[in-house]
């Protein structure tokens, strides 16, 4: 089973502390620094995904691969990289609350700014309910975001490198 996810626990692990360090650089750089924290994601995830499913192919499995392989070495790399990288912004967050404030303030003043035009896409309703949202809003909950749109672009991502990688011994 090792011989699976060893590749996996490298590179999951790798971009995972990568995600927190662009996060901790970003807030020093932004006053909230999640969303290019997310767009850090977006290029880091595949990349942590085909070296992982590459390695895997190369090295621990003769060359060969099947579409199932590639989606187990894939899941526990991306999956790996969103638990550290929740982990990491979450205790971020706990220590420096400060910096929560200062992100949740953000988010508020975002909000604030596109008032009318999110009022006449939605309604007043809607905007009131995300208004009290981000006001109720605590550390974890940008920490699980942060995680939750490293899984969703993983699997998605998993699906189409395990597709171009896989070939089999028949």
Known sequence: MYKYFSSSYRFGGFAGALSILAFITLSF???DPTNLTLIFGYIITPIAIFL???FFKE???EGYLSFAEGMSVGFVAY?????I???GIWIVLIIHPELFVQVKDSKLAVLESSKESI???VGESSFDLTMESIKNMVPFDIALNDA?????PGLFFTIIIS????KNPN
């Open 29 to 31: 750089l932004y006053p």
């Open 52 to 54: 992982a499913i590459k």
């Open 59 to 61: 090295y621990s499995n």
């Open 79 to 83: 999956m790996l990289e969103a638990v």
């Open 85 to 87: 990288s929740l982990g």
């Open 119 to 121: 009022i006449t896409q």
């Open 148 to 152: 939750l749109w490293k899984i969703i």
């Open 163 to 166: 597709i171009i990688l896989r």
